[in-house]
């Protein structure tokens, strides 16, 4: 398990997909969870950056667990999710404040995705509402986008996760330089200020 997370740590960082130390990742193995340490480096992960703790209680470490330690739980609780990562991809960041939705218009993209949720929340890191609002609209998407923070993605291991992460940068991207070229409608977007989510 070790190594898979430092494999994906490092492949985030490298992708630019992650700042050093930000975003994290989790896998769930029954009742217990499998989380990157709060700050943790996630291109150079050790084995003391992975934290064991409860499904649905607090263990003694779970003050070194990631700050999004309950967002985490409550995917796990309200999904079938068996893996989550958690990055903060600057194109879908960017994206994500301008659009309701994230649709893609190229090929690969339109395969794995159709449409990205933007989520607004009032408070973005391991609040309530996004705790609350996040886990229904994974049971559905692969993927979502807090508006302004970052992606969370689902799989059933940590490379599905990552691929949806990877892959949706790689949209947000086509998105952004067909725009630069005049594409027109490429940042299709719903009401202004009236997220769907």
């Excluded at 769930?28 to 709060?38: A, K, L, N, S, V």
């Excluded at 999004?68 to 991809?89: C, D, F, M, N």
């Excluded at 794995?112 to 309530?128: N, W």
Aim: glycine letters at 10%.
């Amino acid at each position: 398990m070790l190594e898979q997370f430092r494999k994906f740590g490092r492949e985030l960082f490298l992708q630019g997909v992650n700042s050093s130390h930000s975003g994290n990742m989790s896998v769930r193995m029954g009742d217990r969870i499998f989380i990157t340490r709060r700050g943790s480096m996630l291109s150079d992960l050790t084995e003391r950056d992975i934290i064991e703790t409860g499904l649905h209680g607090d263990d003694s470490h779970i003050v070194l667990a990631s700050t999004e330690i309950k967002i985490h739980r409550a995917i796990y609780q309200g999904t079938s999710a068996l893996a989550i990562v958690h990055a903060h991809p600057p194109m879908a960041i960017a994206l994500s404040l301008i659009c309701d939705e994230i649709i893609p218009i190229d090929t690969e993209g339109i395969y794995y995705f159709k449409t990205v949720p933007v989520i607004a929340t009032e408070l973005t890191v391991g609040s309530d509402e996004v705790a609350e609002k996040l886990p229904p609209v994974l049971g559905n998407y692969r993927i979502a986008v807090l508006r302004g923070h970052g992606s969370f993605a689902v799989g059933q291991m940590l490379e599905e996760a990552f691929q949806w992460t990877s892959s949706l940068e790689a949209t947000c991207r086509v998105i952004y330089f067909a725009a630069q070229l005049g594409f027109p409608g490429a940042l299709a977007r719903g009401k202004q200020g009236e997220p769907s989510w």
